[in-house]
């Protein structure tokens, strides 16, 4: 399967990258010249600002809730695993409608607050400076449900002698989650880290979507890499430079996923 669906793409990927749509072999070339594309630069700021805004996030609420939770009843746990897990159940299409309704003043539950935010119009609220926010947001609300239960079921795994000795040992709850329970999920933390960093320079549903809502008006096109490198592929008919495009986020995504793996030691036997 990973051949079939992962490796095999990939270097298909890769074959397309540096050839032509003849088939030639070119080098860079397709990667110059989709790098000079106009699109190109902000299309990738866009994707680090949302991921610096949404990893940050990720790590605070994922961690802070699941280490609240582990101190709860096994029922009490159990229902709020539950709730923060239930929009983990909308798929992507269906998530983004409810967020821009959830983002029109007038008709959103959060009316008030987008008035006090000075939002009148949905326009207002999608500002190019507001989308990594919103995207963010977003990618919050779907994905951090199925984090905390990752992280909780490693916070299972601490073998209860190891509590025990700290509570003898004079810590309350606030010492015990930092310096003993967080120190020994740290390799979870860093796998969510390199599986979430890979998936946000993959954003596109989102950003598609909204474009497609505001008929491009308050989102283009092209704002994210994968929506440049479809627009690329199927409006420009090149799929040449599309697969140059998804190269680029291979390598970025290995490249940090590299460091975090040999900074962290993740694959040390304890």
């Known amino acids: 399967m990973l051949v079939l669906v992962g490796i095999a793409p990939a270097a298909y990927a890769l074959k397309l990258a540096f050839t032509s749509i003849a088939g030639r072999f070119t080098g860079f070339t397709n990667f110059i010249n989709t790098y000079h594309d106009f699109r190109f630069i902000p299309a990738f700021e866009h994707v680090a600002e ?14 802070g ?31 983004v409608l409810v967020w821009l309704f959830m983002l029109q003043p ?15 119009t949905l326009g207002a609220s999608l500002t190019p400076s507001n989308l990594p926010i919103v995207f963010a947001l977003i990618a919050l609300w779907t994905g951090a449900g199925a984090w905390i239960l990752v992280i909780h079921g490693a916070l299972n795994n601490i ?22 329970k967080l120190p020994l999920i740290k390799k979870w933390v860093v796998y969510m880290l390199i599986v979430s960093f ?3 320079t993959q954003l596109f549903a989102e950003p598609e979507l909204f474009s497609q809502a505001t008929h491009g008006i308050l989102v283009g096109d092209a704002w994210s890499p994968n929506q440049l490198a479809t627009s690329l592929a199927f409006l420009n008919d090149n799929f040449n430079y599309a697969a140059a495009i998804s190269i680029d986020l291979l ?12 900074r962290t030691n993740l694959f040390r036997e304890d």
């Not at 949302?50 to 961690?63: G, Q």
């Not at 809730?65 to 299409?93: E, K, N, Q, W």
């Not at 959060?110 to 009148?120: E, K």
């Open 50 to 63: 949302f991921i610096a805004i949404w990893l940050t996030a990720l790590i605070v609420i994922v961690i």
């Open 106 to 120: 007038g008709l959103s539950p959060w009316n008030l607050v987008l008035s006090v935010l000075g939002h009148r």
């Open 251 to 262: 390598v970025i995504a290995l490249v940090c996923a590299g460091l975090l793996v040999f």
């Open 198 to 200: 890979a998936g946000g």
């Open 65 to 95: 809730v699941s280490l609240v939770i582990h101190t709860l009843s096994s029922r009490m746990g159990a229902v709020v695993r539950f709730l923060f897990y239930l929009p983990a159940a909308f798929a992507g299409s269906a998530g």
């Open 159 to 180: 073998p209860q002698d190891v509590l025990e000795a700290a509570a003898l040992d004079g810590a309350g709850p606030v010492q015990t989650a930092l310096r003993v």
